[in-house]
Structures are given as structure tokens and as C-alpha cells.
């Protein structure tokens, strides 16, 4: 499982999708969210500013195996 974590430790927000392995679309939200984070972090100072004082957590993919095998299970 891939994960990417920003932030200061405590408190934290979590961006979790995959469970199902054949539910794609949350991943690419996730994904998606991930991307626009990263952009803004060249240049939004409230964004900073919140990052100081909490930590954001997106794993796009919590059902690797359930992903490549087309089924909900693990």
C-alpha cells in the first residue's frame, strides 16, 4: 500500500479509497485531491499555515490485491 502524509503528526484528516477493489472511481478522486495539494503547496500560505498544525494522509489504494483481481475481497 502507497501513502502519501503531509503535515504535522496530531490531529490528522485522512483521504482513504480502493477498499473495494472494484470501485475505482474514489481512487482517482483521492488521487485527484492529491494532486490539487500539491499544487497549492507552491503557493498558498493558509494552506501552509494549516499544515503546521495538522497532517493530511491520502492512501488512493487500501485493496491492492482486490484491485488487480477485479473483486471486493482482499
Do not use: K
Not at 502507497?2 to 483521492?30: K, L
Not at 485527484?32 to 499544515?51: F, G, K, M, Y
Not at 488512493?60 to 471486493?72: D, E, H
Amino acid at each position: 500500500m502507497y501513502r502519501v502524509a503531509i503535515g504535522n503528526p496530531s490531529p490528522a484528516v485522512g483521504f482513504f479509497s480502493g477498499v473495494p477493489g472494484v470501485e475505482r472511481i474514489g481512487s482517482d478522486v483521492v488521487l485527484s485531491h492529491l494532486r490539487s495539494v500539491a499544487t497549492r503547496l507552491r503557493w498558498d500560505e493558509t494552506l501552509h499555515n494549516q499544515l503546521a498544525t495538522m497532517r493530511m494522509v491520502f492512501m488512493p489504494i487500501i485493496n491492492p490485491g482486490g484491485l488487480s483481481l477485479g473483486t471486493r475481497a482482499g
